[in-house]
């Protein structure tokens, strides 16, 4: 298959260009003025993913906050991206120089056309079009106490330590902020000083543990003992709050308590011998406590480090990084230069400085030993610039800023070092002073570590990114400036089938809001191609699985160098996973949840695969507690969704297969169970029996709908079940977990209880076509008018209490009289005057649709009902939409691994110890790296497989490769 002939589209697109059905109200950030500094609200549709990450507090706050940031090469210009995509109230970038060739190779915004021109002004007209939101100026003049003044936090990433210096007296002066940043070839540095005391609002952002309550003791070290369906969560030193406690009711009114754990589902809470007798009842809830963290100034710090432990391989190499930066800045300021790449003379030099440097320190920073090894391999590569490098520390970075200005998630305290020595080639020789020099070349950056000959390798290189979202987008942006798939045989092919929404734009930086509804992959590759316009890459618009498979075929995995996943599904990744295996092609592997991430390598014949191990499935909500017993507003949330499924998707799909094939109704007869009865009852619901002529018939439903969930089924319920019901061991039946409910008589002056009307009835009628209305007054007229018969509850009423009981009735053989019937009840498709029927599919980004109208709605009644907290539509939304947390500078990180290990991949790294897994969490924070667990060998006769003739012909599609050597009589079997 040439390379050139695969068609850019297969399928059609995901997501179809949405039609709005009316006005909507719509919160902005700014009051929907670009460029504005009113950050009264947040606009939602933007910030949504972000929200979930830090909540509308800390978006508040970062609204307030005016930040600096100094240096626009490549590191600057990644903290300023992911500062600006996250919203503050401004952004100014400061830098005095002018752009040279070598900075393109990291830093995104620079053209080569631009060369010569000034960093600060080209930055701020690319930076100012990623969120209107963000006032965003530049600055070129020399930085000054006066000025410094106007700022929360001030970043620097391109200073002398005079420069620090200065700059750190004024920030602890003025109660600004401070963070130094530096990226020297593999190596990166991190300071942060937020001050003398810090607060710390929330350390983990993670939301409060909860757990329901079986007893507690009345004693001096009063024992709660949790009930034992989920372990309690808390750990040593957290504090609790307590609520709908019977019997020991101090608690509830109490001030947060510090507890001590004594196992999975008991702690101890302190004196309780003061409160009355424990009955029944009760939440035990996690409560936020703020903490203190103190900085020193980075005069003192230079001398007594704190050094955030990371890669624990390297746990020594922190002190040896932190004097090596402060010999670097000595060898500067008397050679006048950077030490030159691989330079064995600069090299030496370099070495005896450190020694010289690290004598005369005083405190702690002083070390026993200098590595003399590291601080000449420092100095080989000090002068490289690599965007993976720069993505990675500039991710990190912003993330401190956000820290700094919304007081969530615990700071770095107080210097982070980190390097990535293992993507340089095992044999070193080949990096000479001559072969890594500059060329004059956009890429001198990555010349200066890895060599012109590596870099060629890179320009040849034939990668295929699967998705072009936020995790493309990084990728595609890394690998552009990297020079992959740049050269004459190489080439980069990217396939998303979605296209733009607006929700995206938040983090996904290749895009504008006039992208908006374009195709993703499309896009992107527009917007590399600006960066670097040597790369070649072809945008497609497939999606990966079988149906694809005719493309993506032998022809085209057998050119591919690797593939790199950007998707946002297991499945689909599970599927590139097997194909890379069938294939023997190298993966990397990634994935972001909030502030959260991880990358995995797969290398084959070395690593196990991605599908080799599985996170366990999610717990499922049982049956029972959904449809009777709810007891947490994930449940009633999740009741909510099968609710909006059942009335305006499924049914009305049914109806409309009724209409369009004549062969619905024999098919549907032959279902198990009790199938073809629900299936069938629904379409004669949907055709007669709730069929509405118009918007005031769709009110009248929508208002017999209300009365039957949230008073008529609840009644019932009581009725089987009432409040001192006792079981068959005489233990109250209504004891928790299972919250004992009350029916809810309909109200049109309460706000949810008209909510749920207008959006059930605006739903039903997009379904037959009719014009949805938005008017409280009219809707308000009209449920009014509707007269509801008085519900009395019927005896011999079935109510399963198990899930055992609730699959039996499911499982029942088909009642065939029942069937018959409902057959002879429908009514002839001619009769229906070519009626359609526009079944409804969940979508929770459109504010205009009514979904998450109805959604929120539905759960909050029903929460009522059962005495549960509400949620509210941006919670509902997280919950019930299963939206995944997102933030750039996770992002951002995470993709700069990613590619650290792409170096990997094209040196040609062979060993298991070259390569790094790693999970990090940018909250606590946290970096965690691992070597990647080894495939897995299994010797097994060759007999099993006679027809295996060579070591490439017998494959398979799971995660087991079997290979049989010509002429051998053993089959080893690699688990990838």
Request: aromatic share 8%; charged share 25%.
């Amino acid at each position: 298959m040439s390379t050139g002939g695969i068609p850019s589209s297969l399928s059609p697109p995901a997501k179809r260009k949405k039609v709005s059905l009316g006005d909507t109200n719509v919160i902005d950030m700014a009051d929907g003025t670009n460029g504005s500094n009113n950050h009264a609200h947040i606009d939602e549709s933007l910030y949504s993913r972000q929200l979930y990450v830090l909540g509308h507090e800390a978006m508040h706050r970062m609204a307030t906050a005016d930040v600096l940031i100094s240096g626009m090469r490549g590191l600057g210009v990644e903290v300023a991206k992911n500062v600006i995509l996250a919203g503050v109230r401004s952004v100014t970038v400061h830098d005095e120089g002018n752009i040279v060739m070598s900075d393109l190779s990291s830093q995104f915004f620079f053209r080569e056309e631009e060369v010569g021109q000034s960093r600060a002004d080209i930055c701020v007209k690319r930076l100012g079009e990623l969120n209107s939101y963000v006032p965003t100026t530049a600055s070129k003049d020399k930085l000054t106490a006066e000025f410094i003044k106007k700022f929360k936090v001030v970043v620097l990433t391109s200073s002398t330590l005079d420069e620090q210096l200065q700059i750190s007296k004024q920030c602890r002066e003025n109660n600004i902020a401070l963070i130094i940043a530096s990226n020297r070839g593999l190596f990166g540095q991190v300071f942060c000083d937020f001050g003398d005391q810090f607060t710390v609002i929330d350390t983990t952002g993670d939301a409060p543990q909860t757990a329901m309550i079986a007893s507690i003791t009345k004693d001096e070290q009063g024992v709660v003992t949790c009930l034992d369906e989920v372990r309690h969560g808390f750990v040593d030193g957290d504090y609790v709050t307590f609520s709908e406690v019977q019997g020991m009711e101090e608690l509830n009114s109490a001030e947060p308590r510090r507890i001590e754990v004594t196992g999975p589902y008991t702690f101890k809470i302190g004196d309780t011998r003061g409160f009355s007798d424990y009955k029944i009842g009760g939440i035990a809830t996690e409560a936020k406590m703020p903490k203190r963290v103190h900085f020193e100034p980075l005069e003192k710090a230079l001398n007594e480090p704190l050094f955030l432990e990371s890669d624990f391989s390297k746990f020594d190499r922190p002190p040896q990084l932190h004097l090596a930066y402060r010999t670097l800045h000595e060898y500067i300021k008397k050679e006048g230069c950077l030490p030159k790449p691989w330079c064995k003379t600069d090299g030496d030099k370099f070495a005896e400085l450190a020694a010289e440097i690290n004598s005369s320190v005083i405190g702690t920073a002083k070390v026993d030993e200098v590595d003399g090894k590291l601080m000449r391999q420092f100095a080989n590569i000090a002068a490289g610039d690599l965007c993976p490098m720069d993505a990675f520390m500039g991710g990190v970075v912003a993330q401190e800023v956000m820290k700094a200005v919304s007081e969530k998630f615990h700071p770095i305290v107080q210097w982070f070092y980190f390097d990535a020595l293992e993507c340089l080639p095992c044999d070193r020789s080949v990096l000479t002073e001559e072969n890594c020099a500059p060329q004059g070349s956009r890429y001198d950056g990555q010349i200066a570590v890895f060599g012109r000959d590596f870099q060629k390798k890179l320009e040849g290189q034939k990668w295929f990114v699967v998705g072009a979202g936020a995790i493309g987008c990084e990728l595609l942006k890394n690998f552009a400036l990297m020079g992959l798939g740049c050269g004459r045989d190489g080439k980069i092919f990217v396939t998303d089938m979605d296209l733009i929404e607006r929700s995206n734009l938040n983090r996904q930086f290749l895009f504008r809001p006039w992208d908006v509804q374009k195709a993703k992959s499309v896009t992107a590759a527009e917007a590399v191609k600006v960066m670097n316009p040597a790369i070649n890459i072809v945008p497609q618009e497939n999606k990966v699985g079988l149906e694809t498979e005719g493309i993506y075929d032998d022809d085209f995995f057998s050119q591919l160098n690797g593939v790199a996943n950007a998707l946002d599904n297991i499945d689909a990744r599970l599927y590139m996973d097997r194909r890379c295996v069938f294939y023997e092609k190298p993966l990397l592997e990634s994935g972001t949840l909030g502030t959260k991430g991880n990358t995995q390598v797969v290398i084959p014949h070395l690593t196990e695969s991605y599908g080799a191990s599985q996170d366990p499935p999610e717990k499922e909500i049982p049956i029972c507690t959904l449809k009777n017993f709810p007891n947490a507003i994930e449940h009633t949330l999740q009741w909510a969704r099968d609710l909006f499924a059942g009335l305006f998707k499924q049914a009305p799909e049914n109806a409309a297969l009724y209409l369009m094939d004549p062969t619905f109704v024999d098919r549907t007869c032959q279902l198990p169970g009790s199938q073809p009865v629900e299936a069938l009852q629904s379409v004669v619901k949907a055709l007669v029996e709730e069929r509405p002529e118009d918007y005031k018939d769709c009110v009248k439903w929508a208002r017999h709908l209300f009365g039957e969930l949230y008073h008529n089924q609840i009644a019932q319920l009581l009725y089987n079940f009432p409040k001192d019901q006792l079981t068959k061991e005489g233990a109250p039946f209504w004891a928790p977990p299972k919250r004992c409910p009350h029916p809810l008589d309909f109200d049109s002056t309460n706000k949810t209880h008209l909510d749920f009307i207008i959006s059930a009835a605006n739903l039903k009628a997009v379904i037959y076509g009719l014009q949805p209305h938005r008017d409280l007054d009219l809707v308000k007229n009209l449920v009014d008018s509707v007269e509801v018969p008085t519900f009395v509850p019927q005896s011999g009423v079935r109510i399963a209490v198990t899930d055992a009981e609730a699959q039996a009735a499911n499982q029942g053989q088909t009642d065939t009289e029942t069937v018959e019937d409902l057959k002879k009840s429908l009514p002839p498709v001619e009769s229906l005057g070519g009626l359609k029927i526009f079944p409804q599919e969940f979508e929770k980004d459109d504010d205009s649709n009514f979904h998450m109208d109805f959604i929120v709605s539905a759960s909050n009644l029903r929460a009522e009902n059962y005495g549960i907290a509400p949620a509210d539509r941006h919670k509902s939304k997280l919950i019930a939409g299963k939206i995944i947390p997102a933030i750039s500078t996770t992002t951002s990180v995470v993709f700069g691994l990613v590619s650290l290990e792409l170096y990997k991949i094209v040196q040609g790294h062979s060993k298991l110890e070259d390569f790094k897994n790693s999970f990090i969490n940018l909250t606590l924070p946290l970096f965690v790296y691992s070597y990647p667990l080894a495939a897995q060998q299994k010797e097994i006769s060759n007999s099993l497989y006679r027809n295996t003739k060579n070591e490439k012909q017998y494959r398979t599609n799971g995660p087991f490769r079997r290979i049989v050597k010509p002429n051998s009589t053993k089959e080893k079997v690699f688990k990838r």
